[in-house]
């Protein structure tokens, strides 16, 4: 049995599965307040379907891109409960998951807002990585999905999806403002168990910095 957590978008989301089985699924949108909501999120679902949390084998959780502080609190809050349970945390990618969420066949691209001229991208062909996850200026991140998706029809998902979509007017764009944890979950029961604990997935310095003395 799974749980799955995220915490890098603009959601607080949990998913629980037994095998196959999707017993619960919630997303509750907000930018702020996850480190206060996920936690409680966790156990409500849980109680909800009647899992006790000891009956978990596995914790699935997203490791960014995304917001700084959200995947923060959804890793320490993962790799903490994994810890006090002795089961594996495993880490899901937020574009890999975004990917995942569009069920869509064939050439798939997550693609997030980086702000500041930038996207985070990661193409996808049947689910296989054609490329890693990378933070891009807008033109480079077109001229990448130019080459890779030329073969044919193409789904871009997520925040960053229209600033690249000229360049495949063909293209299916999708702008959902989080991952499915479903998706999420799944992405992570079919791998195996890891030999450390997830690492956060930053992909760039913050811009934010702490003014000179």
Request: charged share 15%; net charge neutral; with cysteine.
């Amino acid at each position: 049995m799974i749980l799955a957590l995220d915490t890098c978008l603009a959601a607080s989301s949990v998913a629980i599965l037994d095998g196959d089985t999707v017993l619960a699924a919630r997303s509750e949108p907000m930018t702020r307040g996850h480190q206060e909501r996920i936690a409680v999120l966790a156990r409500e679902v849980a109680a909800e379907v009647g899992v006790r949390f000891a009956a978990l084998t596995r914790i699935a959780v997203t490791v960014g891109p995304g917001s700084f502080t959200g995947l923060r609190v959804g890793l320490s809050f993962a790799k903490g409960l994994a810890t006090a349970l002795s089961i594996p945390c495993v880490g899901v990618n937020t574009l890999e998951a975004l990917a995942a969420s569009a069920n869509a066949t064939g050439l798939v691209a997550g693609v997030l807002d980086a702000k500041m001229g930038q996207v985070y991208l990661q193409v996808f062909d049947g689910g296989k990585a054609l490329m890693a996850p990378d933070a891009l200026e807008v033109g480079v991140a077109a001229a990448r999905l130019a080459e890779l998706c030329s073969g044919g029809p193409a789904t871009l998902v997520g925040s960053g999806a229209p600033l690249v979509a000229d360049v495949l007017p063909e293209a299916t764009v999708l702008t959902p403002a989080y991952a499915d944890p479903v998706a999420i979950a799944r992405l992570a029961a079919a791998r195996p168990a890891p030999s450390h604990s997830p690492r956060p997935l930053y992909l760039r310095a913050p811009y934010a910095v702490a003014p000179a003395a």
